[in-house]
């Protein structure tokens, strides 16, 4: 059984940073794609970033590339999202999920989701 337990949120100032831990288990992750997304009240979920497990190859939305950072821990099997020079904008419930298929920004073709851990921004 997928579990994915996100941590790591909290209240933080503009410009500050938070890093966010996602705990992964129930099976070898090696052929998945990881990601973040994030969803703010009244909009949809949206694709923050995402890295390949066994390449590390990472991809970011336009709206938070250069200001976070995605990364993995084999060993740990933990997946981490940077966040630097953080925005009231990216305010939302930070989600974890797991791609057993392949590369996708779409939520729809993720297989597992964690709880999620609300990150706010205040100006």
């Known amino acids: 059984q997928v579990q994915l337990v996100e941590s790591g949120g909290g209240l933080v100032q503009a410009g500050a940073s938070l890093r966010l831990s996602c705990a992964a288990s129930?099976?070898?992750?090696?052929?998945?794609?990881m990601g973040w997304f994030r969803q703010a009240p009244g909009k949809e979920r949206e694709f923050v970033a995402g890295?390949?497990?066994?390449?590390?190859?990472?991809g970011y939305s336009d709206s938070v590339k250069g200001r976070f950072t995605i990364s993995r821990d084999n060993a740990r099997n933990r997946v981490y999202l940077q966040m630097n020079s953080l925005k009231p904008e990216d305010t939302a419930v930070y989600y974890c999920?797991?791609?057993?298929?392949?590369?996708?920004?779409?939520?729809?073709?993720?297989?597992?989701w964690g709880q999620g851990t609300q990150v706010t921004v205040s100006a």
């Open positions: 999920a797991a791609d057993q298929w392949g590369w996708a920004v779409s939520a729809t073709r993720y297989d597992f």
């Open positions: 129930g099976r070898a992750f090696n052929s998945y794609t």
């Open positions: 890295i390949r497990w066994s390449s590390g190859t990472t």
